[in-house]
C-alpha cells in the first residue's frame, strides 16, 4: 500500500469513527467521499491539519482552525441542511 493510500484510509477510518459516533453516515457516493478524503489528507500533508477541503484557507492559522474537519459549522449544516458543506457527513436517514 502506498505511503497515500495508506493516509487515505488512516483518514476514511477517522471520519468513519467520528459519523458512527454521531449517528451520521459518511457519503454514500463513493467517488465524492473519495474526493473529499484526498482533499482533506492533501491538506493535512501540505498544511499539518486536515482543513476542509471545500472551504478558503485564509492563510491566518488562528482563524483557519475553523475551518479543521470536522469543521465548526458542519452540526448546524447536518441539522439544517441534512449535510455538512462538503457533503462528507450525512443525517442517517
Not at 451520521?24 to 476542509?52: M, S
Not at 472551504?55 to 482563524?63: F, T
Request: some cysteine; glycine content about 4%.
Amino acid at each position: 500500500m502506498s505511503e497515500e493510500t495508506t493516509a487515505e484510509a488512516d483518514m476514511r477510518t477517522r471520519v468513519q469513527t467520528y459519523a458512527t459516533k454521531h449517528n451520521w453516515v459518511l457519503n454514500p457516493d463513493e467517488k465524492q467521499l473519495a474526493t473529499v478524503i484526498r482533499g482533506l489528507v492533501r491538506n493535512k500533508k501540505k498544511f499539518g491539519h486536515p482543513y476542509c477541503p471545500c472551504r478558503l484557507r485564509s492563510g491566518d492559522e488562528e482563524k483557519d482552525h475553523a475551518i479543521v474537519c470536522p469543521c465548526v459549522y458542519h452540526k448546524d449544516e447536518i441539522t439544517n441542511d441534512g449535510s455538512c458543506h462538503c457533503k462528507l457527513y450525512f443525517k442517517r436517514a
